[in-house]
């Protein structure tokens, strides 16, 4: 109480009308992407948030009259420390929950036998709600602690389990997409459902998730693959997405055998990306995983449904996949977003997805084109746009979040560098530039001291 008494409250007769008594600020650095060559790197900044959403960026210099402004009282205001800044929340655009515990494991097959020996079983066990319950916990929880506020998730066919999932992701506090899987074909007999229960669940599902009437949490329609859906479900699938405008999200040209086999069911189709696009299913709000295959003809008719791809560097290494040439995709002007794809990758941090996006481009920049050109590596102003504001754009959430532009929710993490706990040594003066260099590289969710969703505080360590 002494503070609060203590403190200063600046043009309290404002205060409300100008954005409600939860108002708070940051001063301090910060570091965001206003573009894919655009990363801002400001030293002594503010950030002021009224009802979750940013109301002010201004230099420090400025502190008071923004304080004044939208009646923020001095007991809000957070004033960074040496070592630490603030950067906008991860976007992690493709993860399946349910494998969370197999991630790191088998990792001895490619694609098709990995799903048959370990992430079907897996999957199939989600018909136990208390095993759904412990594991979805599991998994929130870990992806908020490496910092990821906006997570795309694939639940399992079970419609009661990935209702379990969206709850929880509410519970905590995270934005998300949820999916509820739709298999009807090519499945294991333990694993798979009617094309008539798959389409009446997926409705009753959608219908669960809209009802809850929460901005953080929206279903997304889910087709696992071209695989394992017929084209006269993803055709009624699509429908269901345009009737409730909804998302949808599936895998595209992970790995050959995948993409030779989807040749064979498909026979009518030009490519991969023509048996989605004549069933409808490539929208401006469909969001492709992997596309590591994709042809120049597939990766235009994406552009032109202005469809997006999820990249995931990890997965595509762990299952020997191959390497997506991001570079490409982008130059083509497709939107593309960062995705652990655990439990095709190991690991459900972003920061992890960074380095290996970071990795594998360097790879790819070694060999050359048809024509006999190398392409540029991405660099980490590149990979950390991918991790945030490119996210947001692949999953249309760019007028909401992704960086600190006024009027966007305050999605964002405090990091710090400052040592313990954190397993980072910064022993020369860095620069806020160079400290965000040394998190990608080195730090993970020990150096996520805060993690703010829509205002909330929803980590903190
Ligand atoms: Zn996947």
Redesign the pocket.
Known sequence: MASVKGSKVIAPARSVSAGGTDGFLYVGPYVHSIGLNDLQVIEEGVIAVTNGKICAVDSKDNLNRVAEKFGISEQNFHFLDNGEFLIPGFVDT???APQYPNAGLGYDKPLLGWLDHYTFPMEAKYSDEQFAETIYNAVVKRTLSYGTTTACY?ATIHVATAIVLADIVLKHGQRAFVGKVNMNVNHPSYYGESSENSLKDTETFVNAILSKKNDLIKPIITPRFAISCDMELMKKLSDIAKKHDVHIQT?IS?NRDEVKYVAELFPECKSYADVYDSAGLLTDKTIL??GVYLTDDEIKTIVKRSSSVSH?PT?NSCLRSGICHVRKLLQNGVQVGL?T?IS?GYSPSIIEVMKAALAVSIDLSFEKDKSNQQTCALELKEVFYLATLGGARALRLDNKIGNFEIGKEFDALVVSLRGEPGGVDVLTPLNTLELLQKFVYLGDDRNVKKVYVSGKIVKQI
């Open positions: 493709h993860i399946h694939f895998h992970e995983a992997h995931c997965s995705g794809d095709g």
